[in-house]
């Protein structure tokens, strides 16, 4: 069910949630105020169609120049994280009913609890290596209840993340100059 979770270690937990938003769980609402949370829904989902055929081409062109390994395997793990959460984004919605105060059903005959491009996407894991009160001599945030590392995300968002750190760490070799 929404907000069920397991304990694997006390710093790692398999936490379900529904993501509705962009990453880390922020909206384009919380950008944009004259735009609807359900229009926002839409434009973010067909955003990430275009952009995943944009990522689809840039992958193409990359291998069928024989580009780095590097810059190949960063552009393969950013496609694959994208492709799956726009998987979510778009069929979640339809293929599920709601998870809330219930176990979702898959498929389910009154038809899922949105429509097309209206889906959410799943994230679960979640790792709050620390949990306390930040020291009071600390500027701004001194005292205040904190946990480290507290955004909850899925496989895919780590693939995404990876691709984009593998590009930035690995920039020389993944591009490098001409006549190098």
């Known amino acids: 069910m929404l907000h069920d979770s397991v304990e694997v270690f006390s710093w790692f937990k398999i936490y379900f949630i529904?993501?509705?938003?962009?990453?880390?769980?922020?909206?384009?609402?919380?950008?944009?105020?004259?735009?609807?949370d359900r229009s926002a829904k839409v434009f973010l989902t067909l955003f990430r169609v275009v952009a995943i055929f944009g990522i689809?081409?840039?992958?193409?062109?990359?291998?069928?120049?024989?580009?780095?390994?590097?810059?190949?395997?960063?552009i393969t793990l950013i496609f694959a994280g994208a492709l799956g959460n726009i998987i979510d984004s778009v069929f979640y919605g339809i293929w599920f009913d709601t998870s809330f105060g219930q176990v979702a059903s898959f498929l389910p005959e009154t038809g899922g609890y949105d429509s097309l491009l209206h889906g959410k996407v799943v994230d679960m894991l979640y790792f709050?290596?620390?949990?306390?009160?930040?020291?009071?001599?600390?500027?701004?945030y001194g005292g205040d209840y904190f946990t480290f590392f507290e955004p909850v995300f899925n496989v895919a968002d780590m693939a995404i993340s990876t691709g984009f750190i593998m590009l930035i760490v690995f920039?020389?070799?993944?591009?490098?100059?001409?006549g190098s």
């Open 18 to 36: 529904e993501n509705d938003g962009m990453a880390w769980g922020t909206k384009i609402s919380d950008f944009v105020s004259f735009i609807s």
């Open 56 to 74: 689809g081409y840039w992958l193409c062109t990359t291998t069928n120049k024989q580009s780095p390994k590097v810059l190949i395997l960063a």
């Open 128 to 140: 709050p290596l620390f949990k306390g009160y930040l020291p009071e001599w600390l500027p701004f």
């Open 171 to 178: 920039n020389r070799k993944a591009f490098p100059k001409k």
